[in-house]
Every structure is written in structure tokens, then in C-alpha cells.
């Protein structure tokens, strides 16, 4: 059983710029979320897709985009970079059943710097 | 809403003694709990979580946290620590289930020889 992957793993941006970050679920989950964790904090909620609709939004501007796939993977979109988007970007499936979500599996997370 | 705070950032002990990582929720409504634990460069693992069945709950690795509605809390304890128990720990509320996460500031466990 293949756990939770993202891509890439580190990434340098500068400001004003836009990123795609992608992940791949675990086998058998239909659902991803994505959370943003700055140096020092926890995690953030930023978005949940389920059934490649977006399923639940936390505090973050619509330059925050994200898409899923057929195939459940996920891809998490940021336009106009600023400097305080540099952080920690988390990936986690989950098998939804009956509209109840489960356990959230985590990636290993992408690394995003902006410069 | 619902929030956590966790109430020491960072907490040393030495191998073999006790651990305790504290927390406290609000929450509007019944509240899931759980504690994550975060290594260095690797994923979130689950430790344990709290669905409003026991009320006290056994995890992976001998940690273990018991829900207190009326003190709200839902504090960590390990008997005795390892030195593999150095990491990050972040306390999360859910009050959807497992559907929508809000984590603790986290603490550092710090494990001394």
C-alpha cells in the first residue's frame, strides 16, 4: 500500500510568482485536504476536496486554488506569491464514506520558499 | 469555533522519566481530539484520537490522554521516555469528525540521555 506523496519536496519562488504543488492520495482514499504550517506554528486548514469538489474552505484568500483528480490526486495552486506564503505545504487523504470523513493520512509536505 | 492550546511550546525530560504534554479545546459542540506527532522531515502520524467513546485513550508507542469535559482537556502522558520520543507534538480538534483539522501551536519534546 503506497502512503500519501507530494511533489516536489522543495521549492523557491519568488514574489509575485505562481506555484503548483501536486499530491497523490492514498490508495483507497477519495478525499485531500491541504494545510499550510509556517515556521513555529501548527498546521493551517486550507482547503478539502471530495469528489473533485471543494468540500470546506479555512481562513485563506482565493489565490488559494486547488483541483482533484478523477484518480483522487490533488493539486494545490498559489498565485501572486508573497513572502509570507514561504512554509510548510501538507497533504492528507482520507476515505469519506456516507459524507463522514476518516482518519487523515499526511504527506511528508513540499517546502516552499519565496524570495 | 473550536481551538486548542497547547500550554508549554517546548518540554524536556530525561530517558525513562515521565512525560506530560498539555492541552486545552473549545469547542461549540461535542468535540473529536487527537494528538499528532511530527519527526523531522516525515509526515504527521496519528497518535491517538478521542470520539467520544472512553474516556481515556490508548495510543501507539505506550502514549496515552484522557478527555476531561470539565476541565477541558485532553492532556499527553507517556510512563516512561525515549530517547526516540524527541519530536514535535501538535494537539488537534475536530468538530466534524475527522473532516476539517485545527492543530495546536504544537510542543517540542525534548529527550535528554
Known amino acids: 500500500e503506497t502512503g500519501v506523496t507530494q511533489s516536489p519536496t522543495h521549492l523557491i519562488k519568488t514574489r509575485g510568482q505562481q506555484v503548483t504543488l501536486r499530491c497523490s492520495s492514498q490508495s483507497g482514499h477519495n478525499t485531500v485536504s491541504w494545510y499550510q504550517q509556517a515556521l513555529g506554528q501548527g498546521p493551517q486548514f486550507i482547503f478539502q476536496?471530495?469528489?473533485?469538489?471543494?468540500?470546506g474552505r479555512g481562513n485563506f484568500p482565493p489565490r488559494f486554488s486547488g483541483l482533484q483528480f478523477p484518480n483522487y490526486s490533488s493539486e494545490l495552486n498559489v498565485n501572486a506569491l508573497e513572502l509570507d506564503d514561504s512554509a510548510l505545504y501538507l497533504c492528507?487523504?482520507?476515505?469519506?464514506?456516507?459524507?463522514?470523513?476518516?482518519?487523515?493520512?499526511f504527506g511528508p509536505g513540499t517546502r516552499l520558499t519565496v524570495l | 469555533a473550536q481551538s486548542v492550546t497547547q500550554l508549554d511550546s517546548h518540554v524536556s525530560v530525561s530517558e525513562g522519566t515521565p512525560v506530560l504534554l498539555r492541552c486545552n479545546y473549545s469547542?461549540?459542540?461535542?468535540?473529536?481530539l487527537f494528538w499528532y506527532v511530527q519527526h523531522p522531515n516525515k509526515g504527521l502520524q496519528l497518535l491517538l484520537k478521542y470520539t467520544s467513546a472512553a474516556t481515556l485513550v490508548k495510543g501507539i508507542n505506550g502514549f496515552e490522554a484522557e478527555f476531561k469535559k470539565s476541565e477541558t482537556s485532553f492532556h499527553l502522558t507517556k510512563p516512561s521516555a525515549h530517547m526516540s520520543d524527541a519530536a514535535e507534538y501538535f494537539c488537534?480538534?475536530?468538530?466534524?469528525?475527522?473532516?476539517?483539522?485545527?492543530f495546536g501551536k504544537g510542543t517540542m519534546l525534548l529527550v535528554s540521555p
Open positions: 488537534v480538534v475536530s468538530v466534524t469528525g475527522y473532516s476539517t483539522l485545527t
Open positions: 492528507a487523504s482520507s476515505l469519506s464514506t456516507s459524507g463522514r470523513a476518516h482518519e487523515q493520512f
Open positions: 469547542s461549540s459542540y461535542s468535540p473529536s
Open positions: 476536496y471530495y469528489r473533485e469538489e471543494e468540500n
